[in-house]
């Protein structure tokens, strides 16, 4: 299935509606990875005034005492594809505005935004459409923080699957260059780029893997839905295996890119 598909893009969405009530207690590295934008955002230049305010991807609403405290005159717009995630949102003290779509074709007028941001949502889209439409929305002058997943995001899983079979288990990324071409041809003035480690850890491969299905990023992990079999799992658990750390954790990647982002005046 192509993962810019609708069909794929349903089952997408779908995991993320039941991943919704287990989400806030799984969302460790989605946590660090907000900081990690937050922090990195503070280094760049913002526009003069900041009226409007996009969360794309805004899942529970992680990012928004952050966002509310760094732009507390702004209107803050949370937007996300999955229905679940926004009435999570919706419940928490002072709600913001709140919008049900997709990032590729956002439902907002063009150069409505002054501040876009996005923490690990992109790397579900396609890279040309969502910059696209990201470009559109935003006003002359405005600015972009992006964080998405890079290459090596999963690489211990992507391995020890390729020792079961020659299927696709494990999600694409992009690296870090075409993020950056797709979002120069887009338009944009790249103010600043980042690339970190950040992990997960877990006893054993089910944890992990657990972890992975709470937070609703289940697609990631197995795309096709290919069923591996009792053998094809101990295959899997055995190579894995190879990675555990010495204290004894099992780790999985997640390769995190930043995207500090201008849309010229
Ligand atoms: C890993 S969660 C991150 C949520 C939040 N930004 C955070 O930092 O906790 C990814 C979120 O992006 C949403 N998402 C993924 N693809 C999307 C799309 N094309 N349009 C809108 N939301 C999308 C999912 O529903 C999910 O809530």
Redesign the pocket.
């Known amino acids: 299935m192509n993962r810019f598909s609708d069909p794929y893009?349903h089952q997408?969405?779908r995991a993320?509606d039941r991943a919704a009530p287990t989400?806030g207690s799984a969302?460790h590295v989605?946590?660090a990875?907000?900081q990690r934008l937050l922090d990195f955002s503070r280094q760049h230049p913002l526009p003069d005034t900041v009226r409007r305010v996009l969360?794309?991807?805004?899942?529970?609403g992680?990012?928004r005492p952050a966002l509310s405290e760094r732009f507390p005159q702004a209107q803050c717009v949370a937007?996300?594809?999955?229905a679940a995630?926004l009435a999570h949102v919706a419940r928490s003290a002072c709600a913001p505005s709140l919008v049900c779509?997709?990032?590729?074709r956002l439902p907002l007028k063009d150069a409505s935004i002054d501040f876009y941001w996005?923490?690990?949502?992109f790397q579900?889209?396609s890279p040309e459409t969502?910059l696209k439409e990201t470009f559109r929305v935003l006003a002359p002058g405005g600015a972009a923080r992006i964080a998405t997943l890079g290459t090596r995001t999963l690489h211990e899983l992507r391995d020890a699957f390729g020792k079961v079979d020659d299927g696709v288990h494990v999600l694409d990324f992009m690296p870090p260059e075409h993020w950056l071409d797709v979002s120069r041809n887009a338009g944009f003035a790249v103010q600043s780029h980042l690339r970190e480690t950040l992990f997960d850890f877990a006893a054993d491969l089910r944890a992990l893997l657990g972890n992975i299905k709470a937070?609703?990023?289940r697609a990631v992990a197995s795309p096709q839905r290919r069923f591996i079999g009792r053998k094809g799992w101990q295959t899997l658990q055995s190579t894995y295996e190879a990675f555990r750390r010495p204290d004894g954790a099992l780790p999985a990647t997640y390769d995190l890119i930043l995207l500090a982002l201008r849309k010229p005046k």
């Open positions: 893009r997408v969405r993320f989400y969302a989605q946590g990875a907000a969360d794309a991807g805004c899942g529970t992680l990012a937007l996300d594809f999955s995630m779509a997709d990032i590729e996005s923490s690990l949502a579900w889209c969502a937070i609703g990023a």
